[in-house]
């Protein structure tokens, strides 16, 4: 019989995180600290907003570029909150989450060959989006000397005449690492000289502690190099309802939407109704949760801190990275032996990345009293650990 798989995707590895997901939903007693999914229930006038759109018979297909009333709240939100602006009748589309965003872009500016530069430690989705649009992923690896933050002179050693892109994640998922103006401004001069396009996902903008999260695509003449990933699921807690926007100028978003009908016609109504919601009336809600993670986020870094574990403290997003190298154990072999003793799930670094080796993702994404419990548990299995020589 013939091989009638994709090389390209039989290339490719499952997702790490869903690896250890699917193992602690059948472990009876397991505390997961592994998905990045806020514990929060949506607030309820977004819920009641997708409610009453169901009730008004609202179930037919959007436009394939999504509501031009949401489209219109995601450009005054993005004007609003990032000094980002663009046209809602022709640079944004609403598509089906921010992971749907990643893989449009991709396949819209890629040809075969075409080089991505890939920085890591990074979501899992970012190299198989590559790859499977046909481009070939190249690594640049951040380092926790440097907080975790890009510098210039690795993408120099990266960039070949192959180079069509690179794609930036700050606030960082893993890390937790954002990045300043300033320190994007190098970042911005690298893309212009070498002529090449940013895909910059912001899907934890809303989520920084203690400075304003900064759009590379509103650093000048940017915006015509940039396509910004955001969504709803993170700031608003709207996982489920997956739904995400792509903002981009005219010229690639014409194209865009051509790869998004065809593969996907138009991102779910119900969805699109609420999220409108979501963007008038939330800004309360998100606060409110914003200020939970950064309960959550001193705290762990606190116990880490207590328990002798090395930890980077996070800036942005709901996830802290500490190192385990002291142990003497890959962050595959931990966490492993973790969730076999302990019932605690926690996603291994190399998840991420070569360069998440040695580390691991901690979520948190839970409530206190479920990180006590998680963390009490990970102190009683470092203590029973050999020590290292």
């Known amino acids: 019989m013939r091989d009638f798989l994709s090389k390209r995707v039989v290339s490719l590895e499952p997702s790490g995180i869903r690896k250890f997901f699917d193992i602690v939903s059948e472990m009876p007693d397991a505390i997961s600290l592994g998905v990045g999914e806020p514990d929060f ?10 409610i009453y759109s169901l009730e008004r018979g609202r179930t037919f297909y959007t436009s ?8 219109y709240e995601i450009s005054e939100y993005l004007e609003r909150k990032y000094e980002l602006v663009y046209d809602p009748n022709h640079e944004i589309i609403v598509t089906v989450g921010g992971s749907e965003g990643i893989d449009i ?4 500016i890629l040809d075969p060959g075409d080089e991505v530069i890939v920085v890591q430690p990074c979501f899992v989705s970012y190299v198989a989006c590559v790859v499977m649009a046909g481009g070939t992923p190249v690594i640049v690896s951040l ?3 440097d907080k ?3 510098k210039k002179e690795q993408l120099e050693a990266a960039v070949t005449d192959k180079t069509k892109a690179m794609i930036i994640s700050f606030p960082n998922n893993p890390t937790g690492a954002i990045m300043t103006k300033e320190e994007l401004e190098p970042i911005a001069e690298f893309a212009k000289e070498h002529d090449i396009v940013v895909i910059s996902d912001e899907i934890y903008s809303e989520l920084t502690y203690g400075r304003d999260h900064v759009s590379i695509a ?3 003449e940017m915006k015509d190099r940039s396509i910004v990933i955001n969504g709803f699921s993170k ?4 996982t489920g309802w997956r739904l995400g926007y792509v903002a981009a100028p005219r010229y690639m978003m014409k194209q865009m939407v051509k790869v998004h009908q065809f593969c996907i016609m138009a991102a779910p109504t119900t969805s699109q109704y609420a999220a409108i919601e979501a963007m008038r009336s939330c800004d309360d809600e998100v606060e409110e949760m914003r200020t939970a993670y950064n309960q959550r986020r001193r705290f762990l870094v606190h116990e880490f801190q207590r328990m002798g574990i090395e930890c980077f403290e996070p800036e942005g997003a709901f996830y802290i990275f500490p190192s385990i190298k002291k142990f003497g154990m890959t962050s595959e072999e931990f966490a492993t032996k973790l969730l076999n003793e302990e019932k605690v799930a926690i996603v291994p670094g190399s998840a991420f990345g070569a360069c998440g080796e040695g580390y691991l993702r901690v979520s948190y994404a839970y409530s206190i009293e479920e990180l006590k419990e ?7 299995f470092i203590n029973h650990l050999p020590k290292k020589q």
Request: aromatic fraction near 8%.
């Open 218 to 220: 509103s650093l000048p």
């Open 148 to 150: 975790f933050k890009l």
């Open 235 to 238: 700031a608003f807690a709207m």
């Open 64 to 71: 394939n570029a999504g509501l031009k009333e949401l489209r």
């Open 41 to 50: 229930d949506t607030p309820w006038r977004v819920r009641e907003e997708g």
């Open 105 to 108: 872009a991709m396949r819209t």
């Open 374 to 380: 998680a963390l009490g548990r990970l102190e009683r």
């Open 143 to 145: 380092k926790e000397e």
